[in-house]
């Protein structure tokens, strides 16, 4: 946790797949982290949020596991032909 940047907000979700962990499982270490954060049941909701809230100069990371970029990618690439 100590590598997470200061003056960030954090959106953490389970992916959807059954070894995925939920973040409530490690809140504590978030806490203790003393980070902002928000805890969701899907990577899709946390993108969501986190789309609604980040402004123009700012910049959406998603990262963590190759399931939970491939969840968002499932979602939301759009591929043109």
Do not use: W
């Not at 902002?36 to 809230?53: P, R, T």
């Amino acid at each position: 946790m100590a590598l997470l940047p200061e003056n960030s907000e954090f959106y953490f979700a389970k992916p959807s797949i059954n070894r995925g962990r939920h973040p409530e499982d490690y809140e504590n270490l978030l806490q203790e982290a003393k980070i902002f954060y928000k805890i969701f049941d899907s990577v899709q909701e946390a993108y969501l949020s986190a789309k609604q809230q980040c402004t123009n100069e700012e910049m959406i990371f998603i990262g963590g596991s190759n399931f939970v970029v491939g969840e968002f990618l499932e979602k939301n690439l759009e591929i043109s032909e």
